[in-house]
């Protein structure tokens, strides 16, 4: 088996700060996918990565930018924190395709 | 486009009490679908798939669900709950046509009275 490692747990920023999660896995998966969580309203995909090098927006990618540094990592940007994107942020990773995707336990974001 | 819609966010269910969680999706292509649970402070895990062949889906924890194209549902489904089986539920759907691209619905809170 694998796992999903995201980092920090808990973020606390100031507004417009620049802040970024970071997210590891060891399933040697080529997809990673950062997801927003917001109370009531699902998950949002933020940014996705097909292998290496690759960049995807997803439905949420403004203010956010992404950087796929080596297969096994993938790293969240936030621009400049806002206070109503306070949110868990999961990062997630599969085999190219419609296969099954393995979550971390997410980053909590805090702005005060 | 496609989109998930779960109608209820929130379900409270006696414990050996029958349990179903509904989802509605609409979709391009081929669609592909998905239940995930979310257990406090973890991230989402697989419970269940359905790509093609028979409509029911057997999952883990004696979860199942049924595929109706007719209905465009997919309706999570257990027998008997048992009060570990309180967590967020996501209906999810993928295509071909997005690109695989998984969208998820809103979640559906269970809340299992011991």
């Known amino acids: 088996g694998g796992i999903i490692t995201q980092t920090p747990k808990f973020l606390i920023g100031q507004e417009g700060q620049k802040l970024t999660l970071k997210c590891q896995q060891n399933f040697n998966h080529d997809t990673m996918y950062w997801y927003r969580q917001d109370s009531g309203k699902g998950l949002r995909l933020i940014y996705y990565?097909?292998?290496?090098?690759?960049?995807q927006k997803g439905d949420l990618s403004e203010g956010y930018d992404a950087s796929r540094e080596k297969k096994s990592s993938f790293s969240l940007t936030v621009t400049s924190a806002q206070k109503n994107e306070m949110a868990v942020f999961l990062c997630a990773s599969s085999i190219w395709g419609a296969e099954t995707l393995y979550f971390g336990s997410g980053t909590r974001l805090t702005v005060l | 486009a496609q989109s998930v819609t779960q109608p209820d966010a929130r379900v409270t269910v006696s414990e050996g009490a029958s349990l179903q969680l509904r989802c509605k999706y609409s979709y391009s292509g081929t669609p592909y679908l998905f239940w995930y649970v979310q257990y406090p402070r973890q991230g989402l895990q697989l419970l269940l798939k359905y790509y093609s062949g028979d409509p029911v889906v057997q999952g883990v924890n004696g979860f199942e669900a049924e595929f109706i194209k007719s209905n465009s549902s997919f309706h999570l489904r257990k027998a008997s709950v048992h009060w570990s089986d309180s967590a967020v539920y996501f209906c999810a759907v993928s295509s071909s046509n997005m690109g695989y691209k998984l969208t998820f619905g809103t979640g559906t809170s269970l809340l299992v009275d011991p």
């Open positions: 990565s097909i292998t290496e090098n690759d960049l």
